[in-house]
């Protein structure tokens, strides 16, 4: 390990060139677009809750439903929305831009202390502009801020036995465990000692010592959480629990018969999670894939030498391996998965790509130059259609599209993306420039020999692109097929209150729109547990079909309006109804 003073020297300042690239990149962005999935507006309404309905312990959001996860990120987006006095999609978005501001600056600093400067600040790079924590940097989601929390936990607990030798008592780990088990659950706690305590394993240290150093510290990250758990149980009861059982058990064993009123979802096999990590670090496995054609192959050396390989390992190398691994074990275990579930595992894969990427640039030069075209051709193709759609208007792509889809309402979705391009002439002219600047740097590199010139310019050049996609593609991509103007119309044309607007909220039978509730004020009350005398009533045009099969004897509805709907939040067609009992 390099004495601490020479290593602030050389940590320091890629440290601020990588946090000024990460508020570049993602925090100029996070408040453009609407929201357009059900995820995003439904943590963002939980958070409306707390300010307007004072519910800081057990939100209520749609109708009468609970919020699904615990309440961090909520706490989060309620006090970044307190200035502004509304919830906003970037208060929403905030807590996870600044989680991943904290995982690329944390990942670098801690490769950083023992491997090569060089290796750590590409990792870090490759954590940046890989897909899927860029996706999850920018969206209203609890998971790149449980992301940054478990993997900051993982260092912590690296250190304490590196620097310590697990003396003492950490009381930073079990408090960053507790922030962790605030947002997700208690995965924020077993995760992080079951990688911790198989490393220690690893390490030859006593069983019996590290059960009773874990134990310790599960039980001390417990205190905080088993509060708000006592709290709200005393608030929601018996359903509470059920939700709590459903999360955080019924996901991992696939148990659905909890008694609760939506689908588990997500259930995935086992090969899910490879697929997922091959599509999250796109477009770095591009490179990885070209690289298999240009490698000599070597007879396999046989188990037992890769494994004293692997014990001999630099102990970040052997606690990267470890943590992917076991990360990735963990969450293959259960039927549901996701991909986003896999991001703590991310640093630690960053690292072995990073070292990867350098001995290609080193000893593989045709590699990186293949990958580099590749990176410049898809840079410029995407370049040329923002600018002769976007900025000029000289092609629509409606009519390069229409011949090839043959369904006319994504014809229609891709129209209205066309038309709704909302920044202005110098904002898309600024953004291009810096794309297109950063091609010609990559492809003028090719003139000489290939060095760490030609691979930093395909970061600048990934970066750029994704400049181009978060400042003008999806805001527009978002705002086209956001109900946020269905609402708008709703709510200018009809009386609507939190006491008279109705929906059903049973996600085993019907949709839930919570983009609605969201650009609603979070009105919508339940219609089968209230039965109310009169009001309004929304719903989905395939789902009023099971409603007037139960109601139609007992209620009139008057239909008022339909909508077309074309985000991922709901049904196709969106009614909105009067109604009266008979």
């Known amino acids: 390990m390099r004495p601490p003073s020479l290593q602030r020297f050389y940590l320091e300042k890629p440290a601020v060139l990588l946090t000024t690239i990460t508020l570049l990149s993602v925090f100029l962005w996070i408040g453009y677009g609407d929201f357009y999935t059900k995820g995003e507006p439904r943590e963002a309404s939980v958070a409306v809750s707390m300010i307007e309905k004072d519910q800081w312990i057990l939100p209520e959001v749609y109708?009468?439903?609970?919020?699904?996860?615990?309440?961090?990120?909520?706490?989060?987006?309620?006090?970044?929305?307190?200035?502004?006095?509304?919830?906003?999609?970037?208060?929403?978005?905030?807590?996870?831009?600044?989680?991943?501001?904290?995982?690329?600056?944390?990942?670098?600093?801690?490769?950083?202390?023992?491997?090569?400067?060089?290796?750590?600040?590409?990792?870090?790079?490759?954590?940046?502009?890989?897909?899927?924590?860029?996706?999850?940097?920018?969206?209203?989601?609890?998971?790149?801020?449980?992301?940054?929390?478990?993997?900051?936990?993982?260092?912590?607990?690296?250190?304490?036995?590196e620097e310590k030798k697990l003396n003492g008592f950490p009381w930073l780990i079990p408090v960053i465990m507790s922030l962790a088990v605030l947002t997700k659950g208690p995965v924020g706690i077993v995760l992080p000692l079951l990688v911790f305590g198989i490393y220690l394993l690893l390490l030859r240290y006593n069983f019996w010592k590290i059960a009773g150093k874990l134990i310790l510290l599960g039980l001390s990250a417990l205190i905080l959480p088993l509060?708000?758990?006592?709290?709200?149980?005393?608030?929601?009861?018996?359903?509470?629990?059920?939700?709590?059982?459903?999360?955080?058990?019924?996901?991992?064993?696939?148990?659905?018969?909890?008694?609760?009123?939506?689908?588990?979802?997500?259930?995935?096999?086992?090969?899910?999670?490879?697929?997922?990590?091959?599509?999250?670090?796109?477009?770095?496995?591009?490179?990885?894939?070209?690289?298999?054609?240009?490698?000599?192959?070597?007879?396999?050396?046989?188990?037992?030498?890769?494994?004293?390989?692997?014990?001999?390992?630099?102990?970040?190398?052997?606690?990267?391996?470890?943590?992917?691994?076991?990360?990735?074990?963990?969450?293959?275990?259960?039927?549901?998965?996701?991909?986003?579930?896999?991001?703590?595992?991310?640093?630690?894969?960053?690292?072995?790509?990073?070292?990867?990427?350098?001995?290609?640039?080193?000893?593989?030069?045709?590699?990186?130059?293949?990958?580099?075209?590749?990176?410049?051709?898809?840079?410029?193709?995407?370049?040329?259609?923002?600018?002769?759609?976007?900025?000029?208007?000289?092609?629509?792509?409606?009519?390069?599209?229409?011949?090839?889809?043959?369904?006319?309402?994504?014809?229609?979705?891709?129209?209205?993306?066309?038309?709704?391009?909302?920044?202005?002439?110098?904002?898309?002219?600024?953004?291009?420039?810096?794309?297109?600047f950063s091609i010609y740097v990559l492809f003028n590199s090719f003139r000489k020999k290939l060095y760490l010139k030609t691979l930093y310019s395909i970061l600048g050049v990934c970066l750029s692109l994704l400049l181009v996609m978060d400042g003008l593609i999806f805001p527009a991509y978002k705002n086209a097929i956001s109900v946020r103007p269905i609402a708008k119309n709703i709510a200018t044309h009809y009386p609507l209150t939190n006491n008279n607007l109705f929906v059903m909220n049973n996600l085993l039978e019907y949709d839930n729109m919570y983009g609605l509730n969201f650009y609603l004020h979070n009105y919508f009350r339940n219609f089968e547990k209230e039965l109310p005398s009169k009001g309004y009533f929304l719903t989905g045009a395939t789902d009023f079909e099971k409603v007037l099969q139960k109601y139609k004897t007992s209620y009139n509805f008057d239909l008022l309006k339909e909508y077309p709907n074309y985000s991922r939040d709901g049904e196709r067609i969106i009614q909105i109804y009067f109604f009266k009992k008979k």
């Open 227 to 436: 509060i708000w758990y006592i709290l709200a149980y005393q608030k929601g009861g018996e359903g509470f629990m059920q939700l709590v059982l459903a999360e955080n058990f019924g996901r991992f064993f696939a148990i659905d018969n909890l008694n609760i009123s939506y689908d588990l979802g997500h259930k995935e096999g086992w090969w899910y999670n490879w697929i997922s990590l091959a599509g999250g670090f796109i477009p770095w496995t591009l490179l990885l894939i070209i690289s298999l054609f240009c490698l000599s192959y070597k007879r396999f050396p046989g188990i037992r030498s890769v494994w004293n390989s692997f014990l001999q390992l630099e102990k970040t190398k052997f606690f990267s391996i470890i943590a992917a691994l076991v990360i990735i074990v963990f969450y293959s275990i259960p039927m549901s998965k996701r991909s986003v579930y896999l991001m703590p595992a991310y640093p630690f894969i960053s690292i072995f790509i990073a070292q990867y990427v350098l001995y290609l640039t080193e000893y593989k030069e045709k590699v990186v130059r293949i990958f580099a075209g590749l990176i410049g051709i898809i840079a410029c193709l995407a370049g040329l259609i923002v600018l002769l759609t976007v900025t000029i208007h000289w092609i629509n792509p409606i009519n390069l599209l229409s011949s090839a889809m043959k369904n006319t309402d994504r014809l229609a979705q891709f129209s209205a993306i066309w038309q709704s391009a909302h920044f202005s002439q110098l904002g898309s002219e600024f953004l291009l420039i810096i794309l297109f």
């Open 63 to 161: 109708a009468d439903e609970i919020a699904y996860k615990p309440p961090l990120m909520h706490w989060l987006t309620a006090v970044f929305s307190l200035p502004g006095g509304k919830v906003t999609p970037l208060s929403a978005r905030l807590p996870s831009a600044l989680a991943f501001l904290g995982l690329v600056v944390f990942s670098f600093m801690f490769f950083g202390r023992n491997l090569r400067v060089q290796e750590a600040f590409l990792a870090a790079l490759i954590l940046l502009t890989c897909f899927e924590t860029h996706r999850a940097a920018m969206t209203a989601r609890v998971d790149m801020l449980l992301t940054f929390l478990i993997v900051w936990a993982l260092i912590r607990l690296f250190r304490w036995e």
